[in-house]
């Protein structure tokens, strides 16, 4: 809560104290969502290696667990930002297709969302913006499907920055607006 709020001093305290006690523990659950609470908080400040850095480990650490419902534990989409923004972009596609994968399989609408806004981010990156966009329409639709506001807020912040660079201003400042009334009603 802390971190989606932006107090950023105290989610770091707080998730930096829970990783410690956490692996001290040898309790792996707990380790992963508190470096989900610190990745979170790094990527959202822009600091993509720290990041990448602190989530790096948990797909592993995931599988070794035998977790594959990826609501259990959903972090993929804060790894595979940092991985593009550091233009490991092959890395951030088999994650974004095992997120795909997972999200069809079985059915996850907010899976499935966040696989086709990490896919618009890929797009976006190599220049297509067409099919950016596409893809940020497909994740609304599978955001019609849940009541996850944030998330539907981060997906409607893609759109406004894919259509603002296909010259669709008016369209950008709606998406970026309706993204800003969720986030401030969130209390983001």
């Known amino acids: 809560i802390e971190a989606l709020r932006g107090d950023v001093e105290m989610a770091m305290r707080h998730s930096t104290e829970g990783l410690s006690r956490s692996e001290a523990q040898g309790n792996l659950t707990f380790a992963v969502r508190n470096r989900a609470v610190l990745g979170f908080v790094e990527l959202s400040l822009g600091r993509h290696a720290e990041a990448l850095e602190l989530m790096e480990p948990v797909p592993e650490t995931l599988d070794s667990m035998g977790v594959r419902e990826p609501g259990a534990f959903p972090f993929l989409p804060d790894l595979i930002e940092p991985l593009l923004a550091l233009g490991e972009v092959g890395r951030a596609k ?7 994968e997972q ?3 079985l ?7 966040a696989a086709a806004r ?3 981010l890929t797009a976006a ?7 950016a966009q596409r893809e940020l329409e497909h994740a609304l639709t599978e955001h019609a499907r849940i009541a996850m506001p944030f998330e539907l807020a981060r997906t409607l912040l893609v759109r406004g920055d894919v259509l603002r660079r296909m010259k669709q201003k008016r369209s950008s400042r709606e998406s970026l607006q309706r993204a800003a009334r969720i986030f401030e009603g969130l209390g983001a």
């Open 94 to 100: 088999a994650l974004i297709e095992r997120l795909d």
């Open 103 to 105: 999200g069809k399989a």
């Open 107 to 113: 059915d996850r609408p907010l899976t499935l969302a």
């Open 118 to 120: 990490c896919r618009a």
């Open 125 to 131: 990156i190599s220049g297509d913006l067409a099919r």
